[in-house]
C-alpha cells in the first residue's frame, strides 16, 4: 500500500496486478519482476516524512471488484490521514 501512495507511477500496475491474484500466469509474473527491477533501480524515490511529535498513518478503504456485470469495472476509493490531518 505504501508503493502505490509514495510513488504514484506505478498506482496502475499494481492495482491491475491485484486483480489477478486469484488467477494468476506467467504474464502477471513477467509484469511482477519488471516492477521490481523498476523499483530496485530507483531506490532514492519515496516520501520523507518528518515531524517532531510522533506521527500516526490512518488508511480507510473500500473496494468493489468487478461490481457492474456488463464491464467488469471496478470501483475503490480510500482516505488517509497522517497525523491530525
Same mark, same amino acid.
Given at each position: 500500500?505504501?508503493?502505490?501512495?509514495?510513488?504514484?507511477?506505478?498506482?496502475?500496475?499494481?492495482? $491491475?496486478?491485484?486483480?489477478?491474484?486469484?488467477?494468476?500466469?506467467?504474464?502477471?509474473?513477467?509484469?511482477?519482476?519488471?516492477?521490481?527491477?523498476?523499483? $530496485?533501480?530507483?531506490?532514492?524515490?519515496?516520501?520523507?516524512?518528518?515531524?517532531?511529535?510522533?506521527?500516526?498513518? $490512518?488508511?480507510?478503504?473500500?473496494?468493489?471488484?468487478?461490481?457492474?456485470?456488463?464491464?467488469? $469495472?471496478?470501483?475503490?476509493?480510500?482516505?488517509?490521514?497522517?497525523?491530525?490531518?
Amino acid at each position: 500500500f505504501y508503493l502505490t501512495l509514495s510513488w504514484p507511477d506505478i498506482t496502475f500496475v499494481i492495482h $491491475k496486478l491485484s486483480q489477478f491474484l486469484g488467477q494468476p500466469s506467467l504474464p502477471h509474473l513477467q509484469v511482477v519482476h519488471h516492477l521490481l527491477h523498476y523499483l $530496485k533501480s530507483t531506490p532514492s524515490q519515496g516520501l520523507f516524512l518528518f515531524s517532531p511529535s510522533s506521527l500516526q498513518l $490512518k488508511v480507510f478503504s473500500n473496494v468493489d471488484w468487478g461490481s457492474c456485470l456488463d464491464t467488469r $469495472k471496478s470501483i475503490t476509493s480510500f482516505y488517509i490521514f497522517i497525523g491530525d490531518s
